[in-house]
């Protein structure tokens, strides 16, 4: 899988493929650069030119910055990034062969594999980042739930925000026989999980789905619905939803419109949680093996770059470009240089909001994408029972480690990762307890995870 070619034979390879072609200029152009600008030992490419999609947000970084500092380039990659309108959009431009890569919802090529929405099969090499989320409300939800908020000595709210303090709001709505209404951003994505995991903690029910109802809003006592990420903003602020879970810079911009307050992050929900992942097909990952590790490569070396704080400021500005998350550089740093704005005025320093690379943020670990599955059966996206032995399966055709660790060999070599930085794992992180309600979540035995929650299914399968 991964031939590496001397300088000589690519030469040769180029000139034969030229000649074969008939000399084309744009292509005699591009075999000449990657000739000219590989920095790293060089794989034989199948497919140097590729086009990438994203969705304007913040953890989109990766991409951009693996693009603008030429970390492609490196690789004999030659890359278009490209702004897709919503996730739905993303997803089906992949499945389709439109893109040959995404950023994408950790949850979407889960779902792909798992049985809810469209099908297909899709890989994921490399873990785009970790946290970066928020719950946020509107001024008139918070102006009614702070008083339901502990305060320190100096009258600030203390924080994590636990929903309880909702709770009130929530049902004097329901006595005025008004319907509670909440944005997240797709039905498989880490925003529907993360707000349903903040609301049920504190026993309020955000609804159900079943084979035969897909808005999973049976007995639900909050309804959410989908709103594509840029657009959430707009939406709170015309007062169709009432507070919404997204990723930055979309909180921060509901601070700096002053329409409203974020009162969580998915940092406090479940500390250092997995976010997006970037995607791929399993058709291109075999019809291209050493692309995909090429690729990899280039991301990685993005994530570590993000990592370094001195960066942060020159990553804020590619990022502030309209071709990427388009945001003003003073929203997009409010996150990214490690504070965050919660009430206007109250930032707090926040140095793992948005984490790329360290924790071994980039690697595809098999119990991250087992937390989705638990929490697709949890809330019935997937509607009946599965063994405990089926989690660890399913997950283990989309989470590719063995493409992550062949590029990381790469990079160790080349000297541009160090070897401490490859972690020595099965694929599972220990279990743990870092979660706004402290249960523990154990991933090699899902079934338990699954049963340990007042709301939502459970499962009577023997393990």
């Known amino acids: 899988m991964k031939t590496l070619l001397s300088k000589s034979t690519l030469i040769l390879s180029m000139a034969i493929l030229l000649f074969?072609?008939?000399?084309?200029?744009?292509?005699?152009?591009?075999?000449?650069?990657?000739?000219?600008?590989?920095k790293t030992k060089s794989l034989e490419i199948e497919k140097p030119q590729l086009t990438f999609g994203f969705i304007k947000l913040t953890d989109m970084?990766?991409?951009?910055?693996?693009?603008?500092?030429?970390?492609?380039?490196?690789?004999?990659?030659?890359?278009?990034?490209?702004?897709?309108?919503?996730?739905?959009?993303?997803?089906?431009?992949?499945i389709d062969g439109q893109l040959d890569g995404s950023h994408m919802l950790a949850g979407q090529p889960i779902a792909a594999g798992a049985g809810f929405g469209r099908q297909a099969k899709l890989v994921t090499t490399f873990s785009m980042d970790l946290n970066g989320n928020g719950i946020t409300v509107s001024n008139d939800v918070w102006s009614k739930m702070k008083p339901n908020v502990p305060k320190d000595s100096d009258g600030k709210p203390i924080h994590p925000i636990k929903a309880e303090a909702l709770k009130p709001v929530i049902d004097q709505y329901k006595t005025d026989g008004k319907a509670f209404k909440m944005g997240m951003v797709f039905p498989v994505s880490t925003h529907n999980y993360e707000?349903?995991?903040?609301?049920?903690a504190a026993g309020i029910h955000p609804g159900m789905y079943t084979a035969d109802n897909v808005q999973g809003q049976i007995d639900a006592e909050v309804l959410l619905s989908v709103t594509p990420p840029p657009?959430?903003?707009?939406t709170l602020e015309a007062g169709t939803i009432f507070g919404y879970c997204v990723g930055e810079p979309w909180n921060q911009q509901a601070v700096f419109k002053g329409i409203g307050v974020p009162v969580v992050t998915n940092y406090d929900i479940w500390k250092n949680?997995?976010?997006?992942?970037?995607?791929?097909?399993?058709?291109?990952?075999?019809?291209?093996?050493?692309?995909?590790?090429?690729?990899?490569?280039?991301?990685?070396?993005?994530?570590?770059?993000?990592?370094?704080?001195?960066?942060?400021?020159?990553?804020?500005?590619?990022?502030?470009?309209?071709?990427?998350?388009?945001?003003?550089?003073?929203?997009?740093?409010?996150?990214?240089?490690?504070?965050?704005?919660?009430?206007?005025?109250d930032?707090?320093?926040?140095?793992?909001?948005?984490?790329?690379?360290?924790?071994?943020?980039?690697y595809p670990f098999y119990s991250d994408g087992i937390w989705f599955l638990t929490q697709m059966r949890r809330w019935g996206q997937i509607p009946e029972s599965k063994p405990a032995d089926w989690y660890a399966n399913t997950i283990k055709d989309i989470y590719r480690p063995d493409i992550w660790k062949q590029a990381a060999a790469l990079l160790v070599e080349e000297g541009n990762i160090p070897a401490t930085d490859v972690p020595e794992t099965d694929g599972y992180?220990?279990?743990?307890?870092?979660?706004?309600?402290?249960t523990i979540y154990d991933a090699k035995d899902p079934i338990s995870y699954i049963n340990s929650f007042k709301i939502g299914n459970k499962d009577k399968v023997a393990q």
């Open 429 to 438: 992180k220990p279990a743990t307890t870092d979660f706004i309600d402290g």
């Open 273 to 345: 949680n997995p976010e997006k992942v970037f995607v791929m097909t399993e058709k291109f990952v075999e019809e291209n093996p050493n692309t995909a590790i090429a690729v990899t490569k280039a991301l990685i070396r993005a994530g570590k770059w993000l990592d370094e704080p001195s960066n942060r400021a020159e990553a804020v500005k590619i990022l502030s470009m309209s071709q990427y998350v388009g945001a003003d550089e003073a929203v997009l740093a409010n996150s990214m240089t490690g504070t965050f704005e919660f009430e206007k005025g």
């Open 347 to 362: 930032k707090r320093d926040m140095p793992d909001f948005n984490v790329f690379y360290k924790y071994n943020a980039t």
């Open 231 to 234: 657009q959430m903003p707009a």
């Open 195 to 200: 707000i349903r995991y903040w609301l049920a």
């Open 61 to 94: 970084a990766p991409l951009a910055i693996a693009k603008e500092k030429g970390f492609f380039e490196d690789e004999g990659l030659f890359v278009s990034v490209e702004a897709q309108s919503n996730w739905k959009n993303v997803l089906d431009r992949v």
């Open 20 to 38: 074969a072609c008939g000399g084309n200029d744009k292509k005699e152009t591009v075999e000449k650069e990657a000739e000219t600008t590989s």
